[in-house]
């Protein structure tokens, strides 16, 4: 009943869920379904460990569903599952926001080597492939790029990167037939402007609309970046895993919003005749 009145409520952008068991699953996937047809809808399910599957016990008197028959059961239904409550929100608010991706290959641009092996090693934990950059792609970088920039993914453009060579870079990456979104990192150095290098990104994602997430990594010395991030409509997160988790989590959201809209096959090439 709760999704039915959400699905129409003109004023809920997003559906977030907190689910430790369900009693009536054919009216909760039926209710979620016909719900996220209409908005994106976020899951997080308690009790996944032996822990927690006591403490769910302790706590409601039932016992917590099975947690791949629960993983199955969302993507099914078109909503996407996330891990942690702190991935419910960021989730929801990169939803909300109407960015959506077309596929699941990920670009990485950085200005430090570190961050954006650890966005590398976050995309691979969850199965997000690293975009193949063209030989035309690696050709404009090896232009527009000092000689000694990284010449692989991540895209490595060097702590002394400036405004316009964010811009440049982004664009190139974004032009890409191969990529289908883009993670900018940066992190602050002696020579580094912040401020100005957000908006070097904002002004190349202006005229793509494949989705841009970024990650300044810092606080008072990053501020102004993420002002700018925020005010152009582009999702800033913390740290590179989270950013990459956003963007795991849109992919996600593309499969199943696809796997909602297809309809089962027949059960036997002979079904309507033996109806």
Same mark, same amino acid.
């Given at each position: 009943?709760? $999704?039915?009145?959400?699905?129409?409520?003109?004023?809920?952008?997003?559906?977030?869920?907190?689910?430790?068991?369900?009693?009536?699953?054919?009216? &909760?996937?039926?209710?979620?379904?016909?719900?996220?047809? $209409?908005? =994106?809808?976020?899951?997080?399910?308690?009790?996944?460990?032996?822990?927690?599957?006591?403490?769910?016990? +302790?706590?409601?008197?039932?016992? !917590? %569903?099975?947690?791949?028959?629960?993983?199955?059961?969302?993507?099914?239904? @078109?909503?996407?599952?996330?891990?942690?409550?702190?991935?419910?929100?960021?989730?929801?608010?990169?939803?909300?926001?109407?960015?959506?991706?077309?596929? +699941?290959?990920?670009?990485?641009?950085?200005? #430090? @080597?570190?961050?954006?092996?650890?966005?590398?090693?976050?995309?691979?934990?969850?199965?997000?492939?690293?975009?193949?950059?063209?030989?035309?792609?690696?050709?404009?970088?090896? !232009?527009?790029? =000092?000689?000694?920039?990284?010449?692989?993914?991540?895209?490595?453009? $060097?702590?002394?990167?400036?405004?316009?060579?964010?811009?440049?870079?982004?664009?190139?990456?974004?032009?890409?037939?191969?990529?289908?979104?883009?993670?900018? $990192?940066?992190?602050?150095?002696?020579?580094?402007? =912040? #401020?100005?290098?957000?908006?070097?990104?904002?002004?190349?994602?202006?005229?793509?609309?494949?989705?841009?997430?970024?990650?300044?990594? %810092?606080?008072?010395?990053?501020?102004?970046?993420?002002?700018? &991030?925020?005010? !152009? @409509?582009?999702?800033? &997160?913390?740290?590179?895993?989270?950013?990459?988790?956003? &963007?795991?989590?849109?992919?996600?959201?593309?499969?199943?919003?696809?796997?909602?809209?297809?309809?089962?096959?027949?059960?036997?090439?002979?079904?309507?005749?033996?109806?």
């Amino acid at each position: 009943e709760v $999704l039915a009145f959400l699905a129409l409520d003109p004023l809920t952008k997003s559906i977030l869920l907190y689910i430790e068991s369900v009693s009536d699953a054919r009216a &909760f996937l039926s209710g979620l379904r016909a719900a996220a047809r $209409l908005k =994106p809808g976020i899951g997080v399910k308690a009790g996944r460990s032996e822990q927690g599957h006591r403490a769910v016990l +302790s706590h409601i008197g039932a016992t !917590a %569903g099975g947690d791949l028959i629960f993983d199955a059961a969302l993507q099914r239904a @078109g909503a996407v599952r996330v891990m942690s409550v702190s991935q419910l929100f960021a989730t929801a608010q990169t939803l909300a926001s109407g960015i959506r991706v077309e596929g +699941s290959r990920l670009a990485i641009l950085t200005n #430090g @080597g570190g961050p954006g092996v650890i966005a590398a090693d976050r995309a691979a934990d969850l199965r997000v492939p690293l975009a193949d950059i063209t030989t035309q792609s690696l050709e404009k970088l090896s !232009a527009a790029l =000092p000689d000694h920039w990284s010449h692989a993914s991540p895209i490595g453009i $060097l702590g002394e990167a400036c405004s316009e060579r964010y811009r440049i870079a982004t664009e190139i990456l974004l032009a890409d037939e191969n990529v289908d979104g883009l993670l900018v $990192l940066l992190s602050p150095q002696g020579m580094t402007d =912040p #401020g100005a290098c957000a908006q070097g990104v904002i002004t190349a994602a202006s005229s793509s609309r494949k989705p841009v997430l970024t990650c300044w990594l %810092g606080e008072n010395l990053v501020h102004e970046g993420r002002r700018h &991030f925020t005010a !152009a @409509g582009i999702p800033s &997160f913390n740290s590179p895993e989270a950013a990459v988790e956003a &963007f795991g989590h849109l992919a996600a959201y593309r499969r199943n919003q696809k796997a909602l809209l297809q309809a089962p096959p027949p059960l036997s090439r002979n079904s309507r005749a033996d109806l």
